[in-house]
């Protein structure tokens, strides 16, 4: 029998309650809605889509800061435990996250060495001679150095920074890394450098991660696979490759056409509308408002997820 | 021809720190120029300078016209006929540019009385007129909502017709998009290269994103630490950079297309405006550094005379 996967998702839905105004009706936005997803050891998986799409909610609900309404996590064979638990707290050694702001994910008032030792006084990890060992390990590995251990986070750049947070989410030797927008707030040529250094964790550690970001060439450069949301729902999943080279569902093909490429004045698929309010979603396939494939019976059912002929899946429109 | 927009020599100090150490640029009717460069190398402030948008700290020096008016020690009264009129300048963030206690309808007509004296009838014509060339659907009764009642990309669409109500030669474009999702963005970068060949106006693009400048403009300005580094026609740029640090953007550009492999990152940082060290900007990150390179900052020169190509 093989292993069991490091994460298993099963029909994930994660609704929030809008009010409009203090006695207005409130209304019911689907963030989440109905998702299933699987991560093998070592595997990175990309989740791309527009502001909206539920990637943000996905990956807070992969880590179990929020419960899902419905559907299962399985993460190494075991079920999801309640936020605040014990077993949960012991796992949170195992998945970590790392967000797009680096300067708010920090405590201004702590130098930098202290915050990355912290999982390791929180989770009681050898001695304290050990941990500042650790912190100096660490360090190297995000290509900071030992004196950066001093600083406060206002004095390191905003790719030094967000090293940092690298290293404290690396403190535990977690065997996920759930990262949202990582690279989005800094400049190209700090973003290669970051991104360079999360291929060689990677590599190096044999980690898996949820890359979650809106940057279609990002993701391809880190991703194994990718996963293209559309509110709340994933309509095409595949090799990387695969997925960005031969789009099957109409709207990843927008997504991969909206991409500008230097020197290139092609034909594209340009999406009329703006993307789809999550509190509103229209009836059968979600897309079919802006799909330029759109036939009448795509307002009524939506598309079941589809294997094609080369491990892609996707939700293709009806034929 | 002659060029709608020269700039020479100009310079820009804070509080007497230096961020633009004489920046060249011209600008030829009808054409688009991209000016790339990470955040805080003078991108913007050379159009805010130009423009008289500066804060009063700033000390500016050297000359910028305006089909050979000169702007920089203009009086307020000839500046609030160009600004808004012959070159119009939009922003990353429409939603805060845009009024939000008063009718988008009403603030293009305020333009259009401001720069064209239309009277109420004729500029809300004109407004009517404008959203359409937009691509905002329903125009007539979308002309009374507020700002808070269009998506991002319908804000930007708002702000960009208020930028063509004043008829401009130039329209500088400041990060358009990067506020918006990708679909969006082709959105509006298709608008802008449309409403291009429909005016014939000059388009200044300015972006972080080589990517979005090697699609819609013809020429490109590299920019680093306040000084323009390199200068050529878009295509020219991509196929042969001359300047490291041009090369070492477009080798930390990640591709979709190109096979995988490893991005070319550009070690270390950009120097801050109070630490520059002295010589050239880049020595400290680049490959080709060589001994002189902390003494002399190398000047822009031609690499290909016909087509325009400089490098520094």
Redesign the interface.
Known sequence: MMAAPLLQADGLVRHYRLRHGTFGHSAMVRAVDGLSLLLERGETLGLVG??GCGKSTTGRLLIGLERPDAGTINFAGETMPPEGHARWRRLRTRIQMVFQDPLGALNRRLTVGTQIAEPLDIHRLGCKSERAERVNVLLADVGLRPDHAARYPHEL?G??RQRAVLARALATDPDLIVCDEPVSAL???????V??LL?DLKDRRRMAMIFIS?????V??ISDRIAVMYLGRIVEEGLS?LV?RDPLHPYSR????????????RE?T??RG??PNPAARPSGCAFHPRCPAALPLCAQIVPELRLSRNGTAGRLPHR | MEPIVEIVDLRVAFDGLPVLHGVDLSIRRGESVGMVG??GCGKSVTWLAALGLLPQRARTAGSVRLAGEELLRAPASCLDKVRGGRIAMIFQDPASALNPVHKVGDQIAEVLRLHRGLERHAAKAEARRLFDQVGIPDAARRLDAYPHEF????NQRIMIAMALAGRPDVLIADEPTTAL???????I??LLQQIQRETGMALVLIS????????VCERVLVFYAGRIVEEAP??RL?AHPSHPYTR??I???????RP?R??????G??PSAADLPSGCAFAARCELRVERCAQWAVELSSVSVDCGHKAA
């Not at chain 1, 927008?254 to 004045?265: E, I, M, N, W």
């Not at chain 2, 998506?151 to 319908?154: D, R």
């Open positions: 527009e502001s750049s790719g030094q400049n190209v040529s700090i973003q290669a450098q991104i360079n291929a809106h940057d279609l060439r990002v391809r450069q490759d960005l927008a997504l991969v056409s909206a991409v500008p490429v230097p020197g290139h004045r594209r340009i999406l703006d993307p | 990470e955040s998506s991002g990309g319908q999702d990708v679909t969006i963005q082709a959105q970068l298709e972080h994103d080589l990517g979005i400048v090697g699609e878009v295509d991509f070492g953007l080798g930390a550009l990640p591709s979709l297309e995988q490893r991005l070319s990152a550009i070690p940082v950009v």
